[in-house]
């Protein structure tokens, strides 16, 4: 089967790769000249595991290829996919969907013989119906039919979700576009997982709704979390607790500093201009939104706090930057609402990520960035754990105490237990359960002291 897809961004290419892997042979287009002859050469813009290794044996094997020419692939290939950015517009929070429409224009005048467009870019509610008035319009005889097939994919874990999904959601309106969307999926279909046919706009809406709900889980948890160190109970036994309900179920109900990333922000505040454009509203969405965007700022206060309420000239250290583990993405990071109150307050800051750094430095001009956690700990009142990379996990607290102006450490992603960090002289922070201090540290003045205890 010949698929074009348009768009060489994260789910192009993880999407573009999966697919060419599969035996089909995939033709992955894009504007960015610059971009196309850096893949053509194997060079991956995105850091993304395994992505680079399966792009460049998809090369070789020449079931893959990148071009900026948009017509040849598309007038040859049975499936055309759509999987241009729609970020948030500029003003009203709303989808943007002006790549999306261009290149169903440009679609329209390549289409040759019966194709089948499919949006897997993430796109409000009747977005299909336009795309489909829009290719009728432009080109009136062309023999084509429009599907929704949005991606769930995460970032760090893409090649895997995509390979074994725990669903593949499809919405057709014509038979043409399912008994094609059946056979791009068929290694899918042979490895039984699951698939939903749907109406095109349920498609449309299911990719939204999975992602609010998400979102509102992981906001339920975090606020969870404050009341259990109100309470003094432990969210993690909390999460397991409700977590080993099946009707909850234990994914996402992991504490932490508040949600980011390229999809959850912005796709939560599109389905509520979408639902308000309907005249419906979703009122939980919107909490979650708002509470989200007010807990990232106040986990700066809760680092203030622990160093005595000033940071003024003082250094905190920041171990990770990214919204989460295995990716180079800062987008809506909450490392960014943090650091920038952090630094309000006067705070210095000395970071390390494994692999963020490069997108980081064009966000800041005034952080130190470290070429590893220890460099970054060097002279700190404090160390804060904002992802929770592999690498953290094992930190050597004993290197750290040496290093430190003060012991404390804040882990915002609970990757540590308190007997550990506390049992090297470390004042232990984190989300969801009391804070502990450990022995009296040698090396803080007594004001400092009180303020840890
Ligand atoms: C998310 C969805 O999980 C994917 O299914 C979807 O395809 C994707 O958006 C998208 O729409 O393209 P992603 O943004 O890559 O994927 O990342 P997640 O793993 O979902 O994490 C999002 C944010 O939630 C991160 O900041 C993460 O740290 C946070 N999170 C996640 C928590 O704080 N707690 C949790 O228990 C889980």
Redesign the pocket.
């Known amino acids: 089967m010949k698929i074009a897809i348009i768009g060489s961004g ?2 192009g290419l993880v999407s573009g790769a999966c697919l060419a892997d599969f035996g089909h042979t995939v033709t992955c287009i894009d504007k960015d000249a610059f971009k196309i002859s850096a893949l053509k050469r194997g060079d991956i813009p995105i850091f993304e595991p395994g992505l680079e290794s399966l792009i460049v044996r998809n090369l070789q094997d020449e079931r893959l290829t990148f071009t900026t020419d948009f017509a040849g692939p598309v007038g040859e290939a049975d499936a055309v996919f759509i999987a241009v950015g729609t970020p948030s517009r500029r003003g009203d929070g709303h989808a943007d969907l002006c790549h999306v429409y261009e290149a169903a224009r440009e679609i329209a005048h390549a289409l040759r013989g019966s194709t089948v467009v499919i949006t897997k870019s ?1 796109v409000p509610v009747g977005t299909g119906d336009e795309v489909e008035r829009i290719i009728r319009e432009e080109c009136p005889h062309a023999d084509f039919a429009v599907a929704s097939n ?9 090649i895997q ?1 995509f390979k074994h999904p725990d669903r593949i959601v499809i919405g057709v309106e014509s038979d043409l576009a399912r008994q094609v969307l059946m056979q791009v999926y068929r290694p899918l279909f042979l490895n039984k997982s699951p698939v939903l046919f749907t109406s095109r706009r349920s498609a449309e809406l299911i ?1 939204y709704a ?2 609010a709900f ?2 509102m ?2 906001t339920f ?2 606020e969870i979390a404050d009341l259990c160190e109100k309470v003094n109970a432990d969210i993690q036994e909390v999460a397991l607790g409700i977590g080993s309900d099946n009707r909850i179920g234990s ?14 922000p912005k ?1 939560t505040v599109a389905l509520i201009k979408s639902a308000q454009d309907y005249g419906s509203s979703v009122r939980l969405v919107e909490t979650t939104v708002a509470i989200n965007d007010a807990r990232k700022r106040a986990m700066a206060r809760r680092i203030i706090e622990a160093v005595g309420g000033n940071v003024r000239g003082k250094t905190i250290a920041i171990f990770g930057l990214t ?3 295995n ?1 180079d ?1 800062m987008r ?3 490392s960014i609402s943090i650091i920038q109150a952090l630094q309000d307050a006067g705070a210095h800051i000395q970071a390390y990520d494994p692999k963020g750094m490069e997108q980081a430095r064009m966000l800041w001009s005034d952080v130190a960035f470290r070429s590893n956690p220890y460099d970054a700990a060097e002279n700190a009142s404090a160390i804060c754990i904002l ?2 990379w592999e690498q953290f996990r094992a930190l050597d607290f004993k290197r750290l105490a040496k290093l430190v102006a003060t012991p404390i450490m804040l882990d915002f ?1 609970n990757i540590y237990s308190a007997d550990e960090v506390t049992s090297h002289g470390f004042a232990y922070f984190r989300i969801g359960a009391a804070s502990r201090t450990g022995p009296a540290p040698t090396n803080v003045s007594p004001s400092e002291q009180e303020a840890v205890a």
């Open positions: 994260y789910v993430t949005p991606e769930f994919l995460r970032e760090g874990a893409a979700d990719k999975a992602n998400l979102a889980k992981i948890i975090n994914k996402f109900l992991h504490a932490g500093p508040g949600f980011g990333g390229s999809c959850f796709d919204f989460k583990p990716t993405d809506e990071a909450p992802t929770e992603r």
